[in-house]
């Protein structure tokens, strides 16, 4: 469990993180969603530790990750995986060695088990017949594939991914969403997501926060979201008439006065 | 006031670079990379241009010395002096600065903008003593052979040069060649090619790391840092010869 307790972080007069205090919690999909500048990626960059922020503290399973020295700082981040927008894959090295790498740095097992291990992770992905290519070769959902098998191969605690579906046609993104959440499930981890995404929110949001202008505006689960009566919200959200529809239509759905007949047709108008 | 800002962080940076690494076999191999990267990546151009340093040398000497009272062998050692006190050593290390430090620039500044660079660190990987040291170390490794294989080449090219020419005969240029020779002249190579390896790797090195920004930022890191490592270059071969000479 991640608990942040009234962080804050500004660069010189601009405050872009005020006093946000949120828990995430084990084996769920935690996302974070905002607009553009909202301060998301600035949060996550706290919560991993590559901005240090200005007031509050993280809290990982209990311990305090802001007050923590380098040396413990370092054990807890052997702990975290994370995908990054850009996939952050090393170029130089195939799809095979940038899995391999964490293994090659943080342990000491044989290069057999280690090939092993990158091969089961590799079909966990369903990344099949890439081993060997690099990731200029590949496509961007591959790549999405690649950088969550190097988040997970060392069974981490935590996981957080920047945008994921970024950059992503619709159906590859349901993939990286529900393999996102298979894994959280499977090995109960504490992931963290960063998304603009709305079917990310609403398919796999365990537990939401929005945030705005540097705060947090709203918090909830994705079947709280739609009925939620944050304006804000509510406008970024069901910014177009279509989603605002599918949002009626959901409410229906889950108040049970649904006509299970109702199609496509009806909500496209 | 930015210069003394970029200098206090060039410091830090180097400071930050030396803590115990994580796996060392991890960084041996990419030391051996860096090693290949640097020294055999550079070897062609560096012969190409010590052959024909050697050679023009030996045929402007040649031009400039007109009189009858001189004799031939002191051809080969003005050559030989000129190539070890400054041709290997500063016009080579010119060359890499703009070979090798754009090179590692570049490689670090793509790194940054995409994120790989955060990717290490939050694996728990200190990025300065994994990604810079390797390319310092090696560097100070193999730039100074570089510099000993461009003297011996630079030499041979002016011999080279001087037969094919007909300016002085190849018995006259050895001759020359070990006439007043100072070993000290090869101590003062040397020690100017390590400072210039240093150099080299650094600053090209500290300008990749810091980048911000996207494609053009890094083609103005790449940019900068070979004009600084050349200028830097150019003030530690005066400051070491006023010092050394």
Redesign the interface.
């Known amino acids: 469990m991640i608990e942040v307790q009234n962080i804050r972080k500004g660069f010189g007069e601009k405050i872009v993180i005020n006093d946000v205090s949120a828990v995430m919690e084990d084996g769920k999909c935690n996302l974070i969603i905002g607009a553009s500048g909202s301060g998301k990626t600035v949060f996550m960059k706290c919560l991993v530790g590559l901005f240090k922020p200005d007031k509050g503290s993280i809290l990982y399973d209990g311990e305090d990750f802001t007050a923590m020295d380098d040396a413990s700082r370092k054990e807890i981040r052997k702990k975290i995986g994370m995908l990054f927008q850009g996939s952050a894959l090393f170029d130089s090295l195939t799809v095979e060695q940038n899995v391999q790498f964490p293994l090659d740095m943080f342990t000491n097992w044989t290069l057999g088990e280690r090939r092993k291990r990158v091969q089961e992770v590799l079909e966990r992905v369903e990344l099949k017949d890439a081993n060997k290519k690099y990731p200029a070769e590949i496509s961007g959902g591959m790549k999405k594939r690649v950088g969550i098998a190097r988040a997970i191969v060392l069974n981490p605690k935590y996981l957080f991914c920047d945008e994921p579906n970024s950059g992503l046609d619709p159906q590859t993104s349901m993939v990286i969403d529900k393999l996102i959440q298979e894994l959280t499930r499977e090995y109960n981890i504490t992931t963290v997501i960063n998304t603009h995404d709305m079917n990310s929110v609403m398919e796999i949001g365990d537990k939401i926060f929005y945030m705005y202008k540097g705060d947090k505006e709203w918090e909830g689960t994705n079947k709280e979201i739609i009925f939620s009566k944050n304006q804000r919200l509510n406008d970024f959200i069901f910014a177009s008439e279509f989603l605002r529809d599918a949002k009626d239509m959901r409410m229906l759905e889950q108040t049970g006065k649904i006509d299970n007949n109702r199609n496509m047709d009806d909500l496209i108008r | 006031m930015k210069f003394i800002q970029e200098f206090g962080r060039y410091i830090l940076m180097l400071k930050e670079m030396f803590s115990k690494p ?2 060392r ?2 960084y041996w191999k990419e030391f051996m990379h860096q090693c290949n990267d640097i020294g055999i990546g550079s070897l062609g151009i560096v012969v190409i241009i010590s052959v024909f340093m050697g050679a023009v040398s030996t045929l402007q000497t040649a031009y400039q010395l007109v009189s009858p009272l001189i004799p031939k062998s002191s051809i080969a050692q003005i050559v030989r002096d000129t190539v070890l006190l400054e041709f290997a050593p500063t016009l080579v290390c010119i060359v890499l600065a703009g070979v090798v430090g754009s090179k590692i620039a570049s490689e670090l500044g ?1 790194m940054r903008v ?3 660079i ?2 290490l ?5 200190n990025t300065k003593t994994y990604l810079i040291l390797p390319k310092i170390v090696a560097a100070l490794l193999v730039i100074p052979m570089l510099i000993v294989i461009s003297a011996g080449l630079g030499i041979w090219g002016g011999r080279l040069a001087g037969q094919a020419a007909g300016i002085i005969s190849t018995t006259d240029f050895d001759k020359g060649l070990l006439n007043s020779f100072l070993p000290y002249n090869v101590f003062f190579a040397m020690v100017k090619a390590y400072v210039f390896s240093f150099i080299i790797s650094s600053v090209p090195a500290f300008y990749g790391y810091y980048v911000q920004g996207g494609a053009l930022e890094i083609g103005r890191a790449s940019t900068k840092s070979v004009v600084v490592s050349c200028v830097l270059i150019l003030f530690a071969d005066y400051i070491l010869a006023a010092i050394l000479l």
Request: net charge negative; charged share 35%; glycine share 6%.
């Open positions: 994580e796996n076999k991890v793509n995409s994120e790989q955060d990717a660190e939050i694996m728990g990987i």
